[in-house]
């Protein structure tokens, strides 16, 4: 009875030990976390002020219009509830059967652009994409943009519940061979294919991602963030002020993490239309599965 007592005050003794070099790890994180996001509105500060002291620099305005959704943009949360993914399912289906239908004419034009939003922790299998954000435009001709007939999904991807939910994200942001005239998908950089990857979302064959980032900065020795790029290209300032600790896996999203998510997709397809990349499109250069490039981010 005595060496019982013994070995269970040292357990417990061990065990405020290991709670009391946890609650270190804890407080040290908050400080990194704090320094990083304290780091991360001094960039800001200094991007509104100026770009690189180059010959191509320009100074980038604070005076700009703030960068906003067409009010007839349509953003929905699939949150895990069945109406939401067979609404999704349901909209993938319809392009499907647009292209089907119209692309042996060469009348088929659909342009997908998709963003991942990263949480804390790595889940099972590396993955750390919480939530993917996915920007849909799709008509007969690339000259027939209008913002208004855009829709946008905010997939939290931990909260799916059906297998055709995954089939359709796969569908979309891996053209099949045959559909690749008419099928495009764009990102902003390299660095979200590790976690599509990890996801599981990757299709068997190549992803001829347009590169967005790689194109816009093709002649600078370095590359810039997506605020950066849409204050050039669109005139518009895109508000990159991260919601604190946000919680991608929730139900219920806030509406800056709707607004935040949401730009980053859809600003894609801006860019690719008003640069009139489509004219081009077969020079544009493209993201490989295994490129996982270190890049400025957003």
Request: with cysteine; proline share 4%.
């Amino acid at each position: 009875q005595q060496l019982f007592e013994q070995q269970q005050q040292q357990k417990r003794k061990q065990m405020r030990l290991w709670r009391q070099q946890l609650e270190g790890l804890q407080s040290k994180l908050l400080q990194c976390q704090a320094r990083l996001e304290a780091q991360a509105e001094q960039k800001q500060a200094l991007e509104r002020t100026a770009a690189p002291a180059t010959s191509t620099s320009k100074v980038i305005a604070t005076n700009l219009p703030r960068y906003e959704l067409h009010p007839g943009t349509e953003v929905i949360h699939v949150n895990g509830s069945e109406d939401s993914e067979k609404r999704f399912i349901k909209e993938v289906r319809t392009r499907k059967s647009f292209l089907a239908s119209l692309d042996k004419q060469k009348k088929a034009r659909i342009v997908v652009a998709f963003d991942c939003e990263t949480g804390a922790q790595t889940l099972p299998g590396g993955n750390k994409c919480r939530m993917l954000s996915i920007a849909i435009w799709s008509d007969t001709d690339f000259e027939k943009w209008d913002r208004s007939k855009t829709i946008i999904f905010l997939i939290s991807l931990e909260l799916v519940k059906f297998s055709a939910t995954f089939d359709a994200i796969r569908w979309l942001i891996n053209p099949a061979a045959k559909f690749r005239s008419a099928h495009h998908v764009l990102v902003f950089s390299g660095s979200d294919s590790k976690w599509i990857k990890a996801a599981n979302l990757m299709g068997p064959e190549e992803r001829p991602w347009q590169d967005i980032q790689g194109h816009i900065d093709k002649h600078r020795h370095y590359r810039r963030s997506l605020r950066s790029i849409v204050s050039e290209s669109l005139k518009k300032e895109l508000s990159k002020s991260r919601p604190r600790a946000p919680d991608w896996s929730s139900p219920s999203l806030t509406k800056k993490q709707i607004q935040y998510a949401a730009h980053d997709a859809h600003s894609l397809l801006d860019i690719f239309f008003e640069k009139r990349m489509y004219e081009t499109i077969n020079d544009l250069p493209t993201v490989k599965e295994d490129f996982f490039c270190d890049c400025t981010g957003t």
